[in-house]
């Protein structure tokens, strides 16, 4: 999975930071600025958004149930009212309240000097093109799968992320599919929601169950396992992997953004009954 920056640099054939600069009146550099203030934010928020395999999945249906991967393809379309639309209720999954996405467009002003006004603009943009990029990359794995499957192989559809985060295992048996802790911890959703109502699900299930031949056992929920659970961890690293920002900030840059964060939790948790 590409880190987020390198996916935004990706987008449009490589020409999306050219399209934004244009739309929002700045050089590419300044343009590329405005993104990498931005990456620690989205990177923070996505982590947050997902601390089990069901989370996940639902932000990944939410990205093949609309047609965020025209966004990815075309910038033109995210500047739309549909896309600016889209890509508010994509901020809204991320961060959570508009409270955090000001306040996150407030500090990413202090850090490169770019107004909040053009931020607040930028944002649902950058969210449309995530999660396109989501999308492609996500059906591209799963796409691999099923011709894996069509050839009576093994269907490994995190095999690549899992390498990349150093969390994959050897294989241990015949099925190396089922073998994959993070594959394990992914069976809690077989138990929460059915396949056939879901087409993000639908596609796993059917993988999965190929592989071994029979159904994947249950497992417990993500709620019954304890933190030190190798599952649990696998899905940790995974999900770190996967939203990581792909760029360096200092550690004072990033812990207020951690505070930002920290700050809108707090204040849920005083305004609850």
């Known amino acids: 999975m590409l880190p987020l920056f390198e996916m935004m640099m990706k987008a449009q ?12 009146g700045l050089a590419q550099e300044q343009m590329q600025q405005a993104v990498a ?48 639309a889209d890509g508010n209720n994509v901020l809204a999954l991320i961060f959570g309240s508009k409270d955090v996405s000001r306040a996150v467009a407030a500090q990413a ?34 796409q691999a799968a099923g011709e894996a499957i069509a050839q009576g192989k093994p269907a490994d559809v995190f095999g690549q992320w899992l390498e990349a985060a150093g969390l994959k295992e050897k294989p241990k048996s015949a099925n190396p599919f ?44 993500a709620e019954e396992k304890p933190a030190t659970d190798p599952a ?14 792909g760029i360096e900030v200092q550690k004072a840059y990033q812990k207020s953004v951690e505070s930002i964060f920290d700050g809108y939790l707090s204040a849920m948790k005083q305004n609850r009954p």
């Open 109 to 142: 002003e202090q850090m490169s000097g770019i107004g909040q006004d053009i931020y607040k603009r930028m944002m649902p943009v950058m969210a449309n093109t995530m999660m396109g990029g989501f999308f492609k990359q996500m059906a591209s794995q799963f």
């Open 232 to 245: 649990a961890s696998a899905f940790s690293g995974f999900v770190g992997q996967m939203f990581d920002s």
């Open 37 to 84: 203030a931005l990456m620690p934010a989205f990177s923070t928020g996505l982590k947050r958004s997902v601390t089990n395999p069901y989370d996940f999945t639902s932000l990944m249906n939410a990205a093949a149930s609309g047609n965020y991967g025209q966004y990815f393809e075309d910038l033109g379309k995210a500047f739309s009212p549909q896309g600016i």
């Open 178 to 221: 089922l073998d994959n802790p993070f594959t394990q911890s992914f069976q809690v959703l077989m138990k929460r929601a059915s396949s056939a109502d879901n087409p993000f699900l639908a596609m796993f299930g059917a993988s999965g169950n190929t592989a071994s031949g029979t159904p994947a056992p249950a497992a417990e929920s």
């Open 13 to 24: 054939d490589g020409h999306a930071m050219e399209a934004m600069a244009k739309q929002f």
